[in-house]
């Protein structure tokens, strides 16, 4: 009894379609009306028929080709394939394969196919949903058994259409002359067809459908592999050029107009191409402005390399890049880049914790070369590369994960930027694209050091509230940090009201430092060996609970970026190995030019002392409390608190053996020098 209305309705469906005169569609015996209009074409080069079919606006055969030419192949080198499936060819030849008013189908029509059978383009833009069940012919597909069941069901589609997509499968190139050359994915799984489009030099795309999914895929592969070839009516289009997307409802699609526009950035001359996307101008590479602890990549994790900057830009903390994009420009907010997926053509598909994805931006803006290969479902590499539809150029820069050493993270699979949105808590919302799918991705993340797009725009204000479009609230900024050499004779003195010592300070860049080291005596302070001799010179030891308090009015312990503003200042070079990192030249030019012990190679252990910074060795090198005794290290190194610290605490400190100042974590216990900076270089922490 249920399935008379079925079939009831089906009649009344037909009578319908034939009382309205619409002769171009036909009824189907499973009631289903299909938008298409068969007919046929004979090849005139071999005498061949194929079937052909009209979907949508298209002409399309209705049967893959099989047109013979030099390179290409029969499945498993057996006849009787070709007769069934069609011929398999390289992207080369398939290229050249099409009979006179045909040609090989753009992403542009396949996508127009999918479409015009009612496929749903997904969220990443890498395959229609449902499109495959429409065009899969309804018999010589494998059974398979859902994820989750016990019982296999058919792989056969319901050919709606009459595009009657056979599991013809394809075959890749052997690295070794086995098999004819060939590996051979078995038939009755799946097929494939190229597009006319290319991907880049090696690789081009292609469509996919399996026997276990109702979906198109869209793949991009090395053009050496063997697919099989479907020919669209239409004269024939420039080899490899791509055509329009197909229009999506809630995208904003852009054509930029500034190509070929750069900017010059005024303060190191590193010109930067730019590019309009939407109402917004984006640099169209990452920066490479050099600035406090920015770094290169590093091959191996050890030293700078400044060719990796050159290519893949510098890689910032984020308190660093808020600080980083010249004048005129910023830091793009969530918002900017929100703006930059839709107007490519993304669609946004949520994910848990406030993350989501833009389906196939990622495609759009990544380069057309330099991506990996990436696994793909079959267990071949698919393209990692983009389109770069609108000149954006994202090419795969990794992150710093370790602080230490510029990974290419995952093997160059995938690059990173910062925003200038933190959520609520201390996590920096940034943005990614990977080789593995077409997608620009959100998430939140406290990873230290990524790469840096600047938008064009200046930003207004600060802001404590995520989302607002500004720039939140930061450390001191870095236009206040000179990148050269200080000018020395900025000396003076400071006398300390609470016990009358009176000390040297010196300017150096936008600093003014004490130029001797604390000499103010408070409960946990010490003299080295408990003699008051060795405080007049090198002044008190302090822990750092102890130093924390100890700095007069108007002075405080220096912070982390305190001492690298002043590394850089004096001219040092960041040298990066493995966790630690060392400023180079700046020891020596901070240390004084007597008292240091000489090297073990013989030569000189003291410094230039260029800048009037007067750092003396602590005559037992790092005190220790009484209860471990005094160290005996005379003449070797001096360190120095920061204010930076959680359960153990930073430490500056130089040596004689070595020309550098490098930076540690120390237990708070130690008994070390303390600098104090002058409230006027920064704020107080």
């Known amino acids: 009894m249920a399935a008379k209305p079925k079939i009831r309705a089906a009649t009344l469906l037909a009578l319908a379609v034939i009382a309205a005169g619409c002769v171009t569609s036909a009824v189907r015996r499973d009631g289903a009306v299909a938008g298409a209009v068969s007919g046929s074409f004979i090849d005139k080069r071999d005498g061949k028929t194929y079937r052909t079919v009209k979907i949508g606006s298209q002409t399309w055969m209705a049967e893959n080709l099989n047109f013979a030419t030099d390179s290409s192949v029969c499945h498993s080198n057996a006849d009787t394939n070709c ?60 059974y398979h058994i859902p994820y989750g069941s016990r019982d296999s069901i058919s792989g056969n589609g319901t050919d709606e259409f009459g595009f009657s997509a056979l599991p013809g499968n394809a075959g890749w190139k052997y690295r070794t002359a086995s098999s004819g050359g060939f590996w051979w994915r078995n038939t009755g799984s799946s097929s494939f067809w190229w597009s006319a489009t290319e991907g880049d030099t090696n690789h081009a795309w292609s469509r996919g459908i399996y026997e276990d999914s109702d979906d198109l895929f869209r793949n991009h592969y090395r053009k050496t592999a063997s697919f099989s070839l479907r020919c669209v009516k239409g004269a024939a289009r420039k080899k490899g050029a791509a055509g329009a997307a197909v229009k999506i409802a809630d995208a904003a699609a852009a054509i930029p107009d500034t190509a070929g526009a750069t900017f010059t950035d005024p303060r190191d001359g590193n010109t930067y191409r730019t590019v309009r996307i939407g109402n917004l101008n984006w640099m169209a590479e990452n920066l490479n402005y050099d600035m406090l602890a920015s770094r290169c990549m590093t091959p191996g994790g050890r030293g700078e390399y400044e060719a990796g900057c050159q290519k893949y830009g510098r890689y910032y903390s984020w308190n660093d890049a808020m600080k980083a994009c010249p004048a005129g420009w910023r830091v793009p907010t969530d918002a900017d880049w929100d703006s930059l997926a839709v107007a490519v053509g993304g669609r946004r598909r949520e994910r848990e914790n406030g993350r989501y994805n833009w389906g196939i931006a990622g495609q759009k803006l990544k380069t057309t070369t330099g991506w990996p290969d990436c696994g793909g479902r079959d267990g071949h590499s698919l393209s990692g590369n983009g389109t770069d539809e609108y000149g954006f150029s994202a090419i795969p820069g990794g992150i710093d994960k370790f602080y230490g050493c510029v990974c290419i993270h995952y093997t160059d699979t995938y690059s990173s930027w910062w925003s200038a949105t933190k959520d609520d808590t201390s996590c920096v919302w940034v943005r990614e694209v990977g080789c593995y799918d077409g997608s620009m991705s959100r998430y939140c993340s406290s990873f230290p050091l990524r790469s840096l797009r600047c938008v064009e725009g200046f930003t207004e204000g600060k802001s404590t509230a995520a989302g607002t479009g500004r720039i939140a609230d930061t450390v001191p900024t870095a236009d206040t940090i000179v ?72 002075w405080r312990v220096p912070s982390e970026e305190d001492w690298d503003i002043l590394a850089v200042a004096v001219g040092g070079k960041l040298w990066v190995d493995g966790n630690q990192y060392y400023w180079r030249y700046a020891g020596t030019r901070l240390k004084s030019t007597t008292g240091w012990q000489d090297r073990e190679n013989g030569g000189s252990g003291n410094g230039t002392d260029d800048f009037g910074f007067s750092a003396l060795p602590l005559p037992g090198g790092v005190g220790w409390w009484k209860i471990y005794g005094w160290t005996d290290n005379a003449g070797k190194s001096g360190s120095w608190w920061s204010h930076t610290g959680s359960s153990r605490a930073y430490v500056r400190s130089v040596s004689y053996e070595y020309g550098y100042m490098d930076w540690r974590s120390d237990e708070k216990y130690r008994l070390i020098s303390l600098r104090c900076i002058a409230d006027s270089a920064g704020l107080r922490p």
């Open 83 to 142: 007769t069934r499936y069609g011929r398999l060819y390289n992207w080369d030849d398939a290229m050249n394969a099409c009979p006179a008013a045909w040609r090989v189908p753009s992403e542009e029509d396949w996508d127009k196919l999918a479409a015009a059978v009612g496929g749903r383009r997904d969220e990443d833009g890498e395959h229609w949903e449902g499109a495959a069940k429409k065009l899969k012919s309804t018999a010589g597909w494998k």
């Open 483 to 554: 990148q050269t050499a200080a000018v020395t004779g900025n000396g003076g003195t400071f006398t300390d009201a609470r016990d009358g010592n009176t000390y040297r300070t010196v300017k150096i860049g936008t600093q003014t430092w004490m130029a001797e080291n604390l000499n103010f005596k408070m409960k946990g302070s010490y003299c080295y060996k408990d003699e008051e001799s060795y405080c007049q010179k090198y002044g008190r030891m302090y822990g750092w609970e102890d130093a924390m308090k100890a700095c007069p009015a108007g």
